[in-house]
């Protein structure tokens, strides 16, 4: 057969059953297909009824929730399932520029219920909210999804009869006690605990499993082999409660690089960075260290978990130290070869506020 005689929605099916023929728990792989395939034919559904493109729909729809089916983490599934698909439907190289960005922004949209967007990303919302209420026939609806599930039903001219349940939200106290955990120090205690296991670059131990996890491409062991002190302040960052996703949007790279750090740390709603040369600056522990040509020639070309500091002497948590593939604890010069420092808030909840334009290279 010629590879005409397929249609392009044919090979993220493909893509999909791959990832659910791997699942080893039958209720999580019945729960994806229903959710990803029912997503899909509601969004086609819906498409023919707006005059859109049904199989771009369709995609969309198949793929919405792909970063959390393929790496069981739920956090940011919405902008994390964009940056996941981003790489897929660019090497496949059957879409159009335009068609790729309509396919991610409407995933990275898809949770943004009460904001209106183009009307691919609304189509995405109503069929998301629609598969989840005809799957859970019976259940009260959150009244966040209400009125998109009574208006798509509306539109489809099927009948509806639920009731809406209210929003649950986190009281003053709960939200001031977690405020106050100090995540910087838990950020320090992670890294050195791991840091001093000595964890090694290879698919065999189970922490580098760990930290390549968020990771969502099937080679990424390979992949970032010889390169995983990014990644490995990442997962130290995640474990102490500083939960980020795996990509800042519209960034230089995914925070598995060291650039990453960089550029978000930078952002003016962010602002956490403090150049080394800012002689008034003092690195205290639990502050991430940004190298400046410590390894190559390249900038910012290496990081780790700062655990002290004293005079000329600074102590770090290291992820591949010294491009050695093994995690180590390491002193380096304090005024050496480094870049910067990011002091993470301990209040920081991530949150982004931009227009999000998905890179397509």
Not at 12 to 21: A, G
Request: proline share 3%; hydrophobic share 40%; with cysteine.
């Amino acid at each position: 057969m010629s590879p005409g005689m397929y249609n392009r929605l044919d090979n993220l099916r493909v893509i999909v059953d791959e990832m659910l023929l791997k699942m080893t728990d039958a209720t999580l792989a019945r729960n994806a297909y229903v959710q990803l395939y029912g997503a899909s034919g509601f969004a086609a559904m819906l498409a023919a009824k707006r005059g859109l493109n049904q199989e771009i729909a369709a995609i969309a729809g198949l793929m919405h929730d792909y970063y959390a089916f393929k790496t069981g983490i739920t956090e940011f599934n919405d902008q994390n399932s964009a940056e996941a698909v981003r790489p897929i439907v660019r090497d496949l190289g059957i879409f159009t520029n335009d068609e790729r960005k309509t396919i991610l922004c409407a995933i990275f949209h898809q949770t943004e219920l009460g904001s209106i967007h183009d009307d691919y990303d609304e189509l995405i919302k109503d069929a998301v909210v629609v598969q989840r209420y005809f799957y859970n026939v019976g259940k009260k609806v959150p009244s966040k999804e209400a009125w998109r599930v009574k208006n798509a039903l509306r539109e489809l001219a099927l009948p509806y009869d639920f009731e809406a349940t209210d929003e649950v939200f986190e009281n003053n106290e709960t939200s001031s006690k977690r405020n106050q955990v100090d995540k910087r120090r838990m950020l320090a205690d992670v890294a050195e605990k791991l840091a001093s296991l000595g964890i090694e670059g290879i698919p065999a131990d189970h922490n580098y499993r760990d930290i390549c996890r968020y990771w969502p491409e099937d080679k990424i062991y390979q992949g970032i082999k010889g390169s995983w002190c990014a990644a490995f302040v990442y997962h130290c960052c995640r474990k102490a409660g500083f939960l980020l996703p795996i990509r800042y949007p519209n960034g230089m790279c995914r925070f598995a690089g060291v650039g990453a750090w960089q550029e978000w740390a930078k952002l003016p709603d962010v602002n956490f960075f403090h150049s080394a040369s800012d002689k008034g600056f003092t690195p205290l522990r639990g502050d991430i260290v940004i190298y400046e040509k410590l390894l190559t020639d390249e900038p910012h070309d290496h990081i780790g978990v700062v655990l002290s500091c004293e005079q000329e002497d600074l102590f770090v948590a290291e992820g591949n130290m010294d491009n050695k593939n093994k995690s180590s604890l390491v002193h380096r010069n304090r005024w050496g070869k480094i870049s910067g420092y990011i002091r993470i808030d301990n209040g920081y909840h991530y949150k982004f506020c931009g227009e999000y334009n998905p890179r397509l290279d």
